[in-house]
């Protein structure tokens, strides 16, 4: 088998900073425009193609304080302008086609993510992704690979994460001469302490600023709060548009206001070259929601509850800088998406309020997810069904449930997913850590899955596979099919679990987890004893130091 070729993903930039009032200047990668009507600052980023793929984002972020106009350099820009292009050269050193907006994190919860102290790197193959030095040749694991694996499982598993398709939002689509602003206090938004029901003002601003010819428009929520009863904020929408969130937006708590759809607050639809930030919060008010679930009173029916926010068809959308919290049930949602970058996000909600997943994915391919915190009552990040290239990187979660691929498979159903890499992750006092959770009776396949450089810190199983998963007060019922879990890399894990399995693979008899690799793991159970492992009806292999390590007599193939 040949050997995994790896293109340096470098990021070329002019070490001359000039920004030119009425014209864009191309500086090899980068593309610069300011806008005086708005003081904005318009990024456009290009990445060197990663092998055949080729990625490019538009940022957008605004500048505070006065620029000096006219031809000079504007050497106050120089911090802004060295910060952001070290954060993403110093990701691993390289830019391996993704790109991240560079919008600040909240400051409350910056300390939070801190300096990652993940296990040491030897090169900028292993740290960033996949060391193809490491991985085993295909002959050594074709006892464990299906036959289809056909190429280099690492290379696998890239390509289908790094295979962003190109978004085509351009800032040279931008003329220097826009000056739409869309105030939502402009159209009978009281701004006031969030008891005034300022739905129709919201309605009536979206319904202007997407329906605007201009080539840029910024729809702005002041540093006001805002009550809103469930919303959609539907598209398409003619205009590149951005939704400067800087107050806060809470969420209606008369459950009657919900009778047409209990399954949704906040949504956001059909909508292409979206921007949505700002640093302001977002609030679902979710409390009374939580004490009539079935999962807090026992003597309830179990109903739905909203998800705080949605985005639903979204094409070329970026989500950062904003505060997410008390979400009803779910806190964001991405359905049916395509090209999304999640960045800088703080989404938090008590431990106890029941299902209030973090950040929901289903349906999406090519999403990034980065820099987030992320504290709540239910999973950090939940991937499902339809979902495909999924990263994400760089994230701070507990409490909660941990990061899930799943549950897949329920009601006996179909699902797939595949492509999907965790890098550099800290989890903290969490009831699962990275965990792949399938129902019996389901059918498809969960395939082409990397964990790597996570930190554990009193972690309840760490590390899981579970293809019995049943969240329902009865057993469920044994049964044959299931969804198949297969090519799964764990790799560069540590730290301490609260429980005495730190690695569990629970897996199916007549479908039975197939090609799982752990790398340099390393769990200790707490007050320094040692972890167990059990894995049933898994074919793995190890390579390096794994502790605890799978019992001899379950199926593997050691390296």
Partial sequence: MSSTSHVNRTLHINNTYVINTKADHIVTGFSLQYIPSHNHLMILIEIIPCAQFGVSFLFHTQVKGELIMGQQRHDHLLPFLFIMMMMMISFNNIISCYSSASQVLLEDDRRLLGPYHGPDHHDHESHHGYDSQAYPSYNVMSTILNDEFKEDLIEEITND????????????????????????????????????????????????????????????????????????????????????????????????????????????????????????????????????SCKINKTLPCKHAPTAITFNQCTNLIVSNLKIQNAQQIHVSFSKCMNVLASYLIVTSPEKS?????????????????????????????????????????????????????????????????GILVDRAQLSGTTNGVRIKTWQGGSGSASNIKFQNVEMDNVTNPIIIDQNYCDQDKACEEQDSAVQVENVIYENIQGTSASDVAIKFDCSESFPCRGVLLQNINLEGSGGNEAEALCRNVEWADIGTVSPRCPEESHSCTI
Avoid at 178 to 205: L, M, P, R
Avoid at 227 to 247: A, D, E, H, N, W
Wanted: hydrophobic share 35%; proline share 3%.
């Fill in 161 to 292: 994460v790094l295979s962003l398709k190109r978004i085509d939002h351009r800032v040279d689509s931008i003329s220097s001469s826009v000056k739409t602003v869309i105030n939502v206090n402009d159209f009978g938004a009281q701004d006031e302490d969030g008891n005034h029901d300022d739905t129709e003002a919201f309605k009536k601003a979206w319904k202007v600023a997407c329906s605007s010819s201009e080539g840029f428009v910024a729809l702005v929520v002041p540093y006001k709060k805002y009550g809103l009863k469930p919303i959609r904020f539907s598209g398409p929408c003619k205009s590149v548009l951005t939704m400067q969130i800087y107050g806060t937006i809470e969420a209606s708590e008369d459950q009657s206001d919900y009778s047409d759809d209990r399954r949704h607050w906040l949504v956001i639809e059909r909508v292409e070259n979206l921007i949505v930030e700002g640093g302001g919060t977002i609030d679902g008010n979710g409390k009374i929601w939580w004490q009539n």
């Fill in 354 to 418: 029941p299902n209030t997943d973090g950040i929901h994915v289903t349906r999406t391919q090519n999403i990034l997810i980065s820099s987030c915190v992320i504290r709540t009552g239910d999973d950090c990040i939940s991937i499902v069904n339809g979902s495909q290239n999924v990263l994400a990187t760089d994230i701070a979660c507990g409490p909660g449930h941990g990061i899930s691929i799943g549950s897949l498979g329920s009601g006996n159903s179909e699902a797939h997913v595949s």
